[in-house]
């Protein structure tokens, strides 16, 4: 159903972009219900509306479906409506950090999960979505939890990267520091956050004290550096493929 929602216009959300039938959006909104989560707040900026039209109802279409007898199609359709998710816009692009930070009044004092629409991957062997994985690491630690997975040595600047202080067990990784898109020669692993993330509340008031840092935005992984001093986080690495 994803190209139906395909404006033809340049202004496009990269999110809508279809991978196969359905805009990427749509596998992570799939992956959030999946592992349980019930609200869904997108932090969306400029450009992004067509992001909100695909989750809108489309009364016409459905009439249409349901008159031709074509109950499949329908319910996709359906299931593409019947979702509590909302939308803020975020003013100005400062940055990942500061995204997060833009949905502190709808989260309020609660650990929440944190899915970046550019990022996706694959159920694990169990059936099991990356971010059902991370909220039963969470329930059994009460602490924040990133993914991480192993990448080229020669990627390390396009990903937040860890340097692990000792694996707590088999690829559980507690963490001395947490690096922004470091060069090769600087980083301190070839472990990269992929974008799921559950963090404890905690995580905004640092936010709000965090200082812009790499390209001149407030880093989401800056804010994970500092959280880490007074809270543990823990990084499991991932064993499956990120699409
Ligand atoms: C963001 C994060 C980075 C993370 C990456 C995963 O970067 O800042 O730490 O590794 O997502 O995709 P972006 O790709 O948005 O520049």
């Known amino acids: 159903m994803g190209t ?8 496009l959300a990269k999110e809508m972009l279809p991978i196969v039938d359905k805009p990427t959006i749509q596998f992570i909104v799939e992956e959030a219900r999946k592992s349980g989560i019930e ?3 997108v932090v969306d900026g400029k450009n992004k ?11 016409e279409l459905e009439d249409n479906l349901r008159e031709k007898g074509k109950d499949a199609m329908l319910k ?4 593409t409506t019947d979702i509590n998710i909302y939308f803020i816009r975020q003013s100005h692009p400062r940055g990942l950090g500061d995204a997060v930070l833009t949905a502190k009044a709808f989260i309020g004092d609660e650990p929440f999960v944190v899915m970046l629409g550019d990022d996706l991957n694959d159920i694990n062997s169990e059936g099991k979505p990356l971010t059902k994985e991370l909220i039963d690491s969470y329930e ?11 990448v080229p040595h020669e990627e390390t600047a396009k990903y937040g990267v860890i ?6 067990k088999d690829g559980l990784y507690n963490v001395t520091n947490f690096v922004e898109k470091p060069a090769p020669e600087d980083a301190p692993s070839d472990l990269a956050i992929i974008g799921r993330y559950v963090f404890t509340p905690e995580i905004f008031g640092v936010l709000e004290e965090t200082k812009p840092g790499k390209g001149g935005e407030i880093q989401l992984t800056d804010a994970i550096n500092t959280l880490n001093k007074t809270q543990r986080v823990f990084c499991p690495r991932i064993q499956r493929e990120a699409l």
């Open 76 to 79: 996709l359709v359906e299931e």
């Open 49 to 59: 509306r067509s992001i909100e039209d695909h989750f809108d109802s489309n009364p």
């Open 163 to 168: 340097n692990p202080s000792e694996e707590v």
């Open 140 to 150: 059994q630690t009460g602490a924040s939890t990133l993914a991480v997975m192993r």
């Open 4 to 11: 139906r929602f395909l404006p033809a216009t340049k202004a």
């Open 39 to 41: 609200d869904i707040v």
